[in-house]
């Protein structure tokens, strides 16, 4: 016993408790507080229990802890006769029934937390089968059912997924990833910034954007009610309808109150309970058994993984990324085009304005853009053969810089050789020599040969660009080809994209649309649940008045004496008269407290004179010693006087 108690007060020592007590102090604790303590542990297993237990009747605390403990498992010790004085020494408080409990609840506290949460979703109520006979109530009742299973995969699911775990480095995936569209998002922010102040009277049509949008989504709002009053009227509907027939299949039942009417709505009934049991069941359950062999099919399929599910996200987070970006570009696009036709607005007005300026129409017209069309043609042809000039004038002068390079080499070598024989500058004096000996006769043969150097420079030019061009016409037109198959590419490409941007608006509305149907049967559901669990309270309370009615009236009619005295009348009997005796005894010290009230005030005021005058002859004395010591003082000072 003395272990199990320090192991309870250690316990309330750590956290959440910090009780700080020790084995004296929580020995000594009264019923009451031993009781509190008792609640505030079941209330950390059940949020729930948080309750001031003076605030409460016993029977109530009595009848909530031993729920709980129902729920929790909890098996006292002993036989079914020490129930009875388990549920006795739970009411009063008593130390061999609490101190078991309090050390059974913490030594597993966080596996009865977790029973505890489960135990609000995965009890199962059990109906009557005369309610369940009422259609409402048989739907609901297996609507729950069916939640409950719900509930069950969900829990197991997510009990998975905790005891999986995810990697940092996912993590840390993602958070780049999360950045990078914040970035992204603050610059797409500044760009329309800018783009806005440029615009006049932008803090206006902001103002106005914002409450279009603050409207819009009043507007879903107010569609998403509308849509949730029209379910609500719709069951209303159905259940007034059919409280409607009951009425009428009562009151025909009660106007027709015949044996033979009778037997022949028996015969009905039980016609029709054959056809259920024999034909329409029979069916049910071949269709739940078919759903049920698709389900484990479907079950049988390998589960979609963490990385399948990043990939996905990536996927599509990459695709909300394309598509807001091409969103950006079809809005700059719009505002291109509503500038050029405010442009061609403005320029035909100014068309209109000019005296004497003639439109063209009709066939002029057709005549003009024809005209037009064959110049841009041979506008195309030639800057076609310029930018194959020019690509051509590239590759020269490409040329001409590798053989500039070449040549310097060339020089550097050179340059090296001769330092190496010891002739540095040979070559450089050599080429001045043949550089001025070559000026001399260029100057000496320069009229004759300038005609002849010319047209041969022009033969060789010729020669190398028609040679040039035919090198260079199969790579041209190789270009001609890959540029129209790029062409056609884009155009694919823009249909497929076109394609999948419809697709995905597609998806999107009935995405939204599945949500807002999803949203409304939870709602419903919920709905559903908070009614049977009111009729299930109110259901368990009227067993337990029952019960206790019925234990009561086994009490009154039997003839032991010992079980009457067990009585609820006999215990309330008992405590009122403890109560009057008690009453009794604290009238009686009231009426001696009076009674002997005055004498012993005068006494007090006696007591409190005689320490004033006791204060009075202290101060008197302490002030004669002061004197005396004073004078003492002063004789002595004559003294000295005296003697000098």
């Excluded at 051509?392 to 070598?413: A, D, P, S, V, Y």
């Excluded at 330092?419 to 500058?425: A, F, L, N, Q, T």
């Excluded at 008690?582 to 009674?595: I, M």
Aim: net charge positive; hydrophobic share 35%.
């Amino acid at each position: 016993m003395s272990d199990q108690i320090k192991f309870i007060v250690d316990n309330l020592n750590k956290e959440p408790f910090k009780k700080n007590y020790n084995l004296i102090t929580f020995d000594s604790l009264e019923p009451m507080q031993l009781l509190q303590v008792l609640n505030d542990v079941l209330a950390e297993i059940d949020p729930k229990q948080v309750v001031d237990i003076r605030e409460e009747m016993p029977e109530q605390t009595a009848k909530r802890m031993l729920s709980l403990l129902g729920i929790l498992k909890y098996k006292p010790p002993g036989n079914a006769t020490d129930m009875s004085t388990f549920r006795q020494g739970l009411v009063i408080g008593s130390k061999p029934v609490v101190y078991p409990v309090l050390h059974w609840l913490l030594q597993r506290t966080n596996e009865l937390k977790k029973r505890a949460y489960l135990a609000r979703f995965l009890i199962k109520l059990e109906v009557p089968s005369e309610f369940l006979q009422d259609e409402i109530v048989a739907d609901t009742s297996k609507q729950y059912e069916e939640l409950m299973e719900v509930f069950k995969t969900l829990h197991k699911e997510c009990e998975q997924l905790k005891t999986s775990g995810f990697s940092t480095a996912e993590i840390r995936r993602d958070i780049s990833a999360m950045e990078e569209e914040k970035d992204q998002l603050i610059k797409r922010v500044e760009r329309l910034k800018k783009r806005v102040e440029t615009v006049p009277n932008h803090q206006q049509m902001l103002k106005i954007a914002r409450q279009l949008r603050v409207e819009k989504e009043r507007e879903e709002c107010l569609a998403q009610h509308k849509q949730e009053q029209k379910n609500q009227l719709f069951h209303a509907v159905q259940r007034l309808q059919r409280a409607q027939n009951q009425l009428k299949s009562m009151r025909h039942a009660a106007a027709d109150a015949k044996p033979e009417s009778l037997m022949k709505r028996l015969e009905e009934e039980i016609k029709f309970n054959s056809y259920i049991v024999t034909e329409k069941l029979p069916k049910e359950l071949e269709n739940k058994k078919k759903e049920l062999h698709f389900l484990q099919k479907v079950v049988s399929e390998p589960a979609m993984g963490h990385a399948d599910l990043l990939e996905l996200e990536s996927k599509a987070s990459i695709i909300s990324r394309k598509k807001e970006g091409k969103a950006e570009e079809l809005q700059e696009t719009k505002e291109k085009l509503a500038n050029l036709e405010r442009e061609v607005s403005v320029k035909r007005n100014q068309i209109r304005e000019f005296d004497g300026a003639e439109v063209l129409k009709g066939d002029e017209f057709k005549r003009y853009v024809s005209k037009l069309r064959s110049k841009s043609t041979v506008f195309k042809k030639k800057h076609q053969i310029i930018a194959e000039f020019k690509a051509e004038f590239g590759l020269l002068q490409r040329t001409e810089e590798l053989l500039k390079q070449r040549h310097e080499n060339i020089q550097h070598q050179l340059q090296a050789m001769e330092e190496k024989k010891g002739v540095s500058g040979y070559s450089y004096t050599q080429e001045e020599l043949e550089r001025v000996s070559a000026l001399k006769s260029e100057v000496d043969e320069l009229k004759g040969r300038t005609l002849d150097d010319m047209s041969e420079m022009v033969k060789k030019l010729n020669s190398l660009v028609s040679e040039k061009k035919s090198a260079l016409a199969p790579v041209i037109k190789e270009l001609r080809q890959l540029r129209q198959k790029c062409q056609e590419l884009t155009q694919e490409c823009d249909e497929k994209k076109s394609q999948y941007d419809s697709c995905a608006a597609g998806l999107e509305s009935s995405r939204s649309k599945l949500e807002q149907e999803v949203r409304g049967l939870r709602e419903e559901c919920l709905q559903e649940e908070s009614k049977y669990h009111y009729t299930n309270c109110m259901i368990k309370n009227l067993e337990v008045q029952l019960h206790r009615a019925t234990e009561e009236m086994k009490t009154y009619v039997s003839s032991d004496q010992q079980e009457k005295r067990k009585a609820i009348r006999e215990q309330y009997t008992k405590n009122i008269a403890e109560q009057e005796n008690l009453g009794k005894k604290l009238r009686e010290k009231q009426k001696a407290v009076r009674e002997s009230h005055g004498p012993n005030m005068k006494q007090a005021k006696m007591w409190r004179d005689l320490e004033k005058l006791m204060e009075c002859k202290r101060q008197c004395f302490l002030k004669q010693q002061s004197q005396a010591s004073v004078g003492q003082v002063i004789q002595e000072g004559g003294e000295d006087r005296l003697i000098l």
